[in-house]
């Protein structure tokens, strides 16, 4: 891309900081190897991670998070999918599909719920697509979401069979 993306001052330093303490964290309490022989990432791992703010990185600061940029954001995964491709996967669903549609397109008052909570970990986003009839073809989904007749929650019917 040309001309290559650049970043503020502040930003390059709010990065390099996050990713020094990622480093640190990651080479004394991140062990690959067993996360891939359980098949799940330690609780206190997603903690530290969210504690440094990793997963408020896409996340506006006036909830919670860093708001960095794309290149920023670039950079920081590359850094995670060089350790780990399943926490990279995980992080990166959060992020990049999980609770970026509340960022874009959220209402302020869902935006004041969910993304101060996102962006520090305490809850995780995920993303919804891929159905037993129509894999990921979106234009393909049956699964519905119906207004309760009380209109206070929507009933969710169908079936998910992965879910980033």
């Known amino acids: 891309m040309f001309p290559y993306p650049e970043v503020s001052q502040e930003e390059r330093e709010t990065t390099n900081m996050l990713l020094d303490s990622f480093r640190k964290y990651a080479q004394k309490n991140i062990d690959t190897r067993k996360i891939d022989q359980e098949e799940k990432i330690p609780k206190e791992v997603f903690n530290a991670l969210g504690d440094m703010g990793i997963f408020g990185i896409c996340v506006p600061r006036e909830y919670g998070g ?17 350790l780990d491709a399943s926490l990279a996967v995980t992080l990166g669903g959060h992020s990049s599909i999980g609770l970026k549609g509340i960022v874009l397109f959220g209402t302020e008052e869902q935006k004041k719920k969910y993304l101060p909570d996102l962006a520090s970990g305490k809850k995780i986003a995920a993303f919804c697509l891929t159905e037993p009839e129509a894999g990921s073809d979106a234009a ?25």
């Not at 954001?73 to 995670?80: A, M, N």
């Not at 393909?140 to 980033?164: M, P, Y």
């Open 66 to 82: 860093s708001e960095l940029s794309s290149t920023s954001y670039g950079r920081v995964f590359e850094e995670i999918c060089h």
């Open 140 to 164: 393909g989904i049956q699964t519905k979401a119906v207004l309760s007749e009380d209109k206070k929650h929507f009933i969710l019917n169908g079936s998910k069979i992965w879910i980033t």
